[in-house]
């Protein structure tokens, strides 16, 4: 491996020709500006953070040096030289390897085969089956212990990017890419990745770490350049930016405006709950989960990925079948339930992945919005356009959708414009009960901001708002009340007013731990 | 910022949604353009051609497949496929043959449309309930629906020497065919239900993403299910069309037929990954495809290149289509 470099290098001191370099890159997709003037240095051996709202561009940054995107104008310089054609196998050539955010390895291949792929040691055409062997080196350097035959399907998102790493070091990548690597990773596992960064970084190779999580960046980065609207604000040491100076770079003001909402007032728990649930339980994992939501109450959840979250919102909304237990609305018995029935019901649900489950891409905004109610904008199953557009307009006008045109196609915004337009699918009928699964994954400050303003004038006028987040900050910062998720069970509830983010991350991890032992010793 | 970038970026931002409303002119109406270029090219090349008597027929004659790829739209916007129209077709023509002979004529053609939303609802509730890939579920019951249609007949033909039976494919009100007039009421009726109708914003919804579509609360088996019966119902029509024009019944009709409406449709740019298209393209794909074929008619050209034109022709428009995806 030819990755021994000067140790003098190393720590990103700024010596040394620039790995990659961009000027004055500037790139549009269909006619709409998303990078201008793009002028970034990326030195050996450092780990370079790229931070900004989304929409603001970094990911497209990322995209461009690894080659899965083409610039419109700019010159982009590696190892020095100018680069004209440059596509992913391109980038791999020179030394850039890319990882995504949604992995891309093939499940039915083992590791050391998905490690390898297409640079398999072969005579004749014949495959050489030495992977494993090969495998062991990389794995060595980067001090990963995972078994080479294992299928990557069956691998934990954290053990799937540790693939993907052995992939770019198996190619020899001296810059690697990565974007929101830490997105799916439970804290520890982040932790590990970093630890690895530091490693890569000793030897020698440059990161390019894009990301969400200003922690994780601040923690790990050696330089961060912050960006908005396309544009590159600054670029700075690490050692010299704080979470505040990052986050008022990125949305040009200050962090104050960026705390939580005013909490809504104490709901009255007094009278019938707006939503009951009792000793629920599915085949997708839950056990008798029982739960209360009153109006004007917000309620968390808070787990960890896997954890059985989800899998509540989707049994009371009806999207996964029950095997045993009761849901009462307002004291009703609500036992035959379908997202149809739930939606007339006036119960709504803003699923986890607003691109897979929430968002109709190849049509506009408007349709999207009034997807669900567009009984109530027909007349003999024809669509009244008119009244449509002015439900869709008001929507628009609420939650502050940009741009603000109800014929917009809702594939080419940001994801948190995107999100604005599945909140607002929702609320268009003023639903008693509105389930929000990750309402703020993947979106800018603005926007989250946006949308937890929603979520306390939702409460205050009189819905119920049961609120899923990894972010257990969030849930402290929101809810009135919330419910410890894990292994399919509540395991406890709690006041965010009387506990800390620390002790409920605490639990959580311990639980996990305790259910770890259990299943290796059964 | 200053003044002067701002107008640097909007100039620059004009010439950019030049070239993109450039491109996106061409995907949505390539067909459009690409039949207006044929139409000149034969111009030149014959004399034959542009006469109201040559366009007239080649539309007349291509009624009954405008009429099912304009039905196909529906299905494949919906995220479908379906292989078994040309079953249907046959099963309408024997079973109009039939019923005109046994019961009345009027009866048959109106029997023919509705066998044929009937073996389209046979064909969307094998999808939903079996929960398998139309694609599959049509290619079976096609051959069953083929089976039927030769157990229907026996094997033979079915000539049907009746006045009564033959206006709805060969007679005209004025210089218009009626079978024309069917056609664009029909093309008509289904673009206002994809655009104007809660079913059609239904079907966008479940073939752009199924999941969202449920999440929604709209019953997506139903909605397939009707996609599919209206395309039966389409395939039956165009089969009274058919029957009525040649009055004769055979159990080997429409064959190939479901494989041509799905190249119109492809050819007038609706996304085979569903959620995208319209029917008006669809229509324009099948008018296409006539062209060329009456092109080698009346040129004389060797038929072998007629084959092989079209398949570039649909290769050039699936290139054309796929090309608004790129990043």
Not at chain 1, 19 to 28: A, E, T
Not at chain 1, 128 to 138: G, Q, S
Not at chain 1, 140 to 154: I, N, Q, R, W, Y
Not at chain 2, 214 to 236: E, Y
Request: contains cysteine; aromatic residues 6%; proline residues 4%.
């Amino acid at each position: 491996m030819q990755t021994a470099r000067p140790e003098q290098e190393a720590g990103g001191n700024g010596a040394g020709e620039p790995f990659v370099r961009l000027v004055g890159i500037c790139k549009s997709f269909s006619g709409v500006s998303v990078l201008r003037d793009i002028d970034v240095e990326f030195l050996p051996g450092e780990i370079h953070g790229l931070v900004g709202e989304n929409g603001a561009g970094k990911s497209t940054v990322g995209k461009i040096v690894g080659g899965y995107y083409s610039r419109s104008a700019g010159d982009l310089f590696a190892f020095g030289e100018p680069v004209d054609s440059w596509d992913p196998p391109a980038a791999l050539r020179r030394g850039i390897a890319m990882m995504h955010q949604e992995l891309q390895l093939v499940p039915a291949l083992s590791v050391a085969e998905n490690v390898f792929l297409g640079i398999e040691n072969s005579v004749g055409g014949l495959l050489r089956d030495d992977e494993n062997e090969r495998l062991a080196d990389i794995a060595a350097f980067a001090g990963f212990d995972l078994d080479p035959d294992a299928l990557a399907g069956t691998l934990s998102i954290a053990d799937q990017q540790k693939v993907e790493i052995m992939r770019a070091l198996a190619r020899d990548a001296r810059v690697i890419v990565m974007d929101e690597p830490t997105s799916s990773l439970t804290h520890d596992e982040a932790e590990r990745l970093h630890a690895v960064m530091r490693k890569l970084r000793a030897r020698g190779h440059t990161i390019i770490y894009v990301s969400h999580f200003l922690d994780h960046v601040l923690d790990v980065c050696d330089r961060v350049t912050v960006m908005r609207d396309g544009a590159v604000i600054r670029t700075a040491e690490a050692s010299n930016e704080t979470k505040a100076t990052l986050v008022a770079a990125m949305i040009g003001r200050s962090a104050a405006e960026v705390a939580y909402p005013d909490l809504p007032p104490e709901p009255d728990r007094s009278g019938t709950p707006l939503l009951s649930v009792r000793n629920l339980s599915t085949e997708t994992g839950l056990l008798d989960v029982s739960l209360d939501l009153f109006p004007g109450e917000i309620v968390g959840l808070v787990g960890l990925i896997g954890s059985g979250r989800t899998e509540i919102a989707r049994a009371i909304f009806g999207a996964d079948a029950a095997t045993s237990g009761q849901v009462r609305i307002e004291g009703m018995d609500y036992q035959l339930r379908s997202p149809r029935e739930s939606v007339a019901r006036g119960i709504a649900m803003v699923p986890e992945d607003r691109r897979r489950q929430g968002l109709v891409l190849t049509q506009p905004v408007r349709p999207n919005m009034t997807l669900p109610h567009l009984d109530t904008f027909s007349t003999l199953g024809l669509v009244r356009g008119k009244g449509e557009k002015a439900h869709a307009k008001r929507l628009i006008e609420y939650l502050g959708v940009h741009p603000a045109d109800v014929d917009g196609q809702v594939i080419n915004y940001s994801g948190g414009n995107q999100q604005k337009v599945v909140l607002g699918k929702w609320i268009m009928s003023d639903p008693k009960i509105v389930i929000l699964d990750e309402p703020s994954r993947g979106v800018d400050i603005g926007a989250r901001r946006r949308i937890h303003e929603f979520i306390g004038e939702t409460a205050r006028r009189g819905a119920g708002v049961l609120v899923i987040s990894s972010e257990i900050e969030e849930i402290t910062g929101l809810a009135h009340r919330a419910y410890m998720v894990s292994d399919g069970r509540i395991i406890d509830e709690f006041r965010p007013s009387e506990t800390s983010v620390d002790d409920v991350m605490w639990r959580l991890f311990h639980e996990q731990g305790n259910e770890g032992t259990a299943r290796k010793a059964s | 910022m200053s003044s002067s970038r701002t107008s640097v970026e909007q100039g620059a931002r004009r010439g950019r949604i030049t070239a993109a409303g450039v491109a996106r002119f061409f995907q949505t109406y390539a067909v459009a353009v690409m039949i207006v270029a044929l139409i000149i090219l034969l111009s030149f090349l014959s004399d034959s051609f542009l006469t109201v008597q040559n366009l007239i027929n080649i539309l007349n004659q291509n009624t009954p497949l405008a009429i099912m790829a304009a039905a196909m739209t529906l299905v494949i916007i919906c995220g479908g496929f379906d292989l078994s129209v040309g079953a249907i077709f046959a099963v309408g023509s024997v079973a109009a043959a039939a019923i005109a002979l046994a019961v009345d004529p009027l009866a048959g053609l109106i029997a023919a449309p509705l066998i044929g939303a009937g073996l389209g609802f046979v064909n969307g509730v094998t999808i939903v309930t079996l929960n398998i890939h139309s694609f599959l579920a049509t290619l079976a019951m096609g051959l069953v629906y083929r089976g039927i249609a030769i157990l229907i007949t026996g094997g033979t033909l079915v000539p049907v020497r009746l006045e009564a039976f033959t206006w709805l494919g060969r007679d005209r009100i004025g210089p218009i065919y009626i079978a024309v007039i069917v056609m664009v009421a029909f093309a008509v009726l289904l673009t206002v239900v994809l655009n104007r109708s809660t079913l059609g914003r239904r079907i966008f919804a479940v073939g752009g993403n199924e999941e969202a579509a449920i999440l929604s609360g709209i019953r997506t088996r139903r909605v397939k299910i009707i996609a599919f019966s209206i395309n039966g119902f389409a395939a039956g029509l165009a089969a009274a069309i058919a029957v009525s024009r040649i009055s004769l019944g055979q159990a080997t009709a429409g064959m190939g037929m479901e494989l041509e409406a799905i190249a119109a449709v492809i050819i007038g740019g609706t996304s085979i990954y569903g959620g995208q298209g319209a029917v008006w393209r669809s229509v324009a794909g099948v008018i296409m495809l006539a062209l060329v074929n009456n092109g080698f008619n009346i040129l004389n050209a060797d038929p072998f290149y007629k084959d092989l034109t079209t398949g570039l022709i649909i290769v050039a428009a699936v290139a054309i289509s796929a090309s608004g995806r790129k990043r």
